[in-house]
């Protein structure tokens, strides 16, 4: 086992090039709000829930490669959302840097914002809610367009847009429709369209498939994994769905209440997974192969990160846990080909 | 479909439509199958399919101006689509209790847990409130929630998405149905709780002797759960059979295409297998076979379009311990009988 080292020191290997992305230390924290504060809601005149905070993300260290598919996956709650969010500066980080190609981007106001706008660009989950009802396909794909090459003449413009539609299969009669009209993989395959549109390097997905059927979902990832060769993207692919995660992922992110527990190339995660909540995660997906749902079981759920919590964030779940897994928050440790896990227990051998 | 003796639910020639304005929807077409005593049945199939129609109007919980238009439901060999809406108050909760997909909005928010347990009870049985809260504290300790007579006081809010959805199949169990209908139970879930409900519902069901019919588009969930599986497009079954059958040796060409699209199929980083098109909406399905616009088998070996396809609607046929809807399926069995049978 190798010595515990920090992240700031670790690259995939030796001869890497800069990431395009790198988040350092990056922590949210959301001020609760008093109706969600559920143990504590008669103590409201004490004033102490005003203080009380959630840990969204709490000191995450990622690089993302250029050329990368990197999916973070994890539970509802963990942060994997927020993540996304702050990354594309939707939201402010409480602490911690955000680095794109070389550059901080963290602390820019908006107007700094806009070249970064066009060179990272975001798809959300829900196509009913992320396109604009009022406009037409057409309008909605030419606004980012036209916004970010003022210069464009009208024509070029139209000829820009004809030939996203066509790159993502949307016949170009459909243009004077609106986004009601389609059904949720056109929808999808349109919120696709716009993100390409001001061609851009780096693409955050927000869980993209989760709300499409299965074959529509195929679909969808063909486009999304076309478009990464055609338009050589970068992906930050977030899904609690373990069977697209392999499928996509060139890289994964393991995250579970705010902190990344593994990170390793897809093959060697899926393979060898090390750290116990990869582990059950993976045995709790359902596989088409067996009939039975895996026998590493996780008991209780997971729980909301209130206070900054001592020791390692998995500990309640964990079958290993021991004493200094209550004490003390372990540290990432690289093993091999940049396998990072936190963990005592992987470090010290026991698993 | 002849008359099975043996069967709890018998479903023959269902048939619900939607009359509205702008034409009908007929959203369950001709729709047969049975369940037995004890047996977990899946009804797979991608939204706009017909499965929770199917599931609400089993259970006359069709919201208007839906109706059954055509056919039988028959559970233990009494009729259900002409029961008066107070007939059916008596079953419904009682011996046929259903489970629905997203557990917060299921529960009343304004009741507690023990208030609403104890309610379904006195409906339905002559019990004291003291009798009643026993039994609700029995029925969640058999789904291993903790502490429950503390969850008793404690309002669905307070309570996390998994353990919300064990108290919802608690109440299902109350009663000691015969039949839950479970429309996507563990969709709203994450995985390790996705994990744990469908322990639990496959030890309840063999315990109880409860016949199980769940309704989900996750071939993953109704291979661990189901033993039997009935694949729905367009408001039909296009093939049923065995779960194991299904998944590992599909032959209805919509079938092969769900399951081959699914990531697992395809090896990674590779093009995933794509069904062309999309599911027709209910209002504008195709002549004959509904899957024909999308199929790939809907020409003949010498390379012109079946006019079966196109025409008729496909009768289904026996194909191993399967049933499919398909022309092409009854085509091929027709040319190799015994080979097909082998298999």
Redesign the interface.
């Known amino acids: 086992m190798t010595q515990p080292e920090t992240l700031e020191t670790l690259g995939r290997a030796a001869d890497t090039p800069e990431p395009l992305v790198s988040v350092r230390r990056l922590r949210k924290r959301f001020a609760l709000h008093p109706e969600r504060l559920l143990p504590w809601r008669f103590d409201r005149r004490q004033r102490g829930w005003r203080r009380e905070r959630i840990h969204a993300v709490n000191g995450v260290d990622l690089d993302i490669q250029r050329g990368d598919a990197l999916c973070v996956v994890g539970e509802s709650g963990c942060g994997k959302s927020t993540l996304a969010r702050l990354i594309m500066g939707l939201v402010t980080p409480s602490d911690g840097e955000v680095h794109y190609d070389g550059r901080r981007i963290d602390h820019l106001n908006a107007r700094q914002w806009q070249p970064f706008r066009r060179r990272m660009q975001m798809i959300f989950q829900n196509p009913y809610a992320s396109l604009n009802p009022r406009l037409t396909v057409r309008q909605a794909l030419e606004e980012p367009v036209r916004i970010h090459h003022p210069d464009w003449s009208r024509d070029r413009v139209g000829a820009k847009v004809e030939t996203l539609m066509a790159d993502v299969g949307i016949d170009s009669g459909w243009g004077d429709r609106f986004a009601h009209e389609f059904s949720g993989g056109q929808r999808q395959r349109i919120a696709i369209a716009r993100a390409l549109s001001v061609d851009p390097e780096f693409v955050v997905a927000d869980e993209p498939v989760s709300a499409l059927d299965v074959s529509v979902q195929a679909q969808v990832l063909n486009l999304m994994m076309d478009a990464q060769a055609s338009h050589r993207l970068t992906y930050l692919f977030i899904t609690h769905d373990l069977a697209v995660v392999e499928h996509f992922a060139t890289r994964v992110a393991v995250m579970y209440l705010g902190t990344i527990c593994e990170l390793a190339d897809a093959d060697t995660l899926f393979a060898h997974p090390r750290h116990p909540y990869t582990r059950a995660l993976l045995a709790a997906s359902p596989r088409l192969d067996d009939a039975f749902p895996g026998q590493l079981r996780l008991s209780g759920e997971l729980s909301m990160p209130l206070q900054a919590p001592s020791g390692c964030v998995f500990r309640d779940r964990c079958p290993h846990a021991n004493r200094r897994c209550r004490e003390a928050a372990p540290t990432p440790i690289t093993l091999d080909r940049g396998h990072q896990v936190a963990c005592h227990a992987v470090e010290e051998g026991r698993i | 479909m002849r008359a099975n003796p043996m069967a709890l639910l018998e479903v023959e020639h269902l048939d619900v439509r939607f009359p509205l304005r702008r034409g009908e929807i007929r959203a369950v077409r001709d729709l047969s199958f049975s369940l037995e005593r004890g047996e977990r049945l899946g009804i797979v199939g ?2 706009g399919a017909g499965k929770s129609v199917l599931a609400f109007s089993l259970l006359k919980l069709l919201s208007r101006p839906g109706r059954i238009v055509a056919g039988k439901v028959r559970f233990e060999g009494r009729e259900l689509t002409s029961l008066s809406e107070r007939q059916f108050r008596r079953l419904r909760g009682n011996r046929l209790a259903m489970i629905f997909q997203d557990p917060l909005t299921t529960l009343n928010p304004v009741l507690t847990i023990g208030q609403q347990m104890i309610e379904s009870l006195k409906a339905h049985r002559r019990l004291s409130t003291r009798r009643a809260r026993i039994v609700a504290i029995d029925k969640l300790r058999q789904v291993q929630v903790s502490s429950p007579e503390r969850r008793l006081e404690q309002y669905p ?2 309570l ?4 919300c959805q064990r108290v919802v199949i608690a109440i299902a169990l109350l009663l000691e149905p015969d039949i839950i209908i479970a429309d996507e139970p563990t969709t709203a879930l ?7 409900i ?2 639990l519902l496959k030890r309840l069901c063999d315990e109880h002797d409860v016949g199980l019919i769940v309704i989900s ?5 109704i ?2 759960l189901t033993q039997r599986t009935l694949v729905m497009y367009a408001g039909r079954i296009v093939e049923q059979g065995p779960t ?1 059958e299904i ?1 590992n040796d599909a032959q209805h060409p919509y079938t092969q ?3 081959n ?6 090896l ?2 590779q ?5 062309p098109g ?2 027709p909406t209910l209002s504008e399905v195709p002549s004959g076979c509904a899957f024909n616009p999308r199929c790939a088998y809907r020409m003949t070996p010498e390379g012109l379009p079946r006019r079966d396809c196109i025409e008729n609607v496909p009768q289904p046929v026996r194909s191993g311990e399967c049933q499919v809807a398909c022309h092409w399926v009854a085509e091929l069995i027709a040319r190799e009988p015994s080979e097909e049978r082998a298999t």
């Open positions: 991608e939204s809010h307070q996390s998405g998994g353990l994450d995985v390790t709780i996705q994990a744990e469908i322990t588009h996750d071939l993953g969930v291979g661990q194991r998944i295409g769900l399951i699209a699914l990531p697992q199929m395809t990674p980083r093009r995933l297998h794509q069904i999309s599911m």
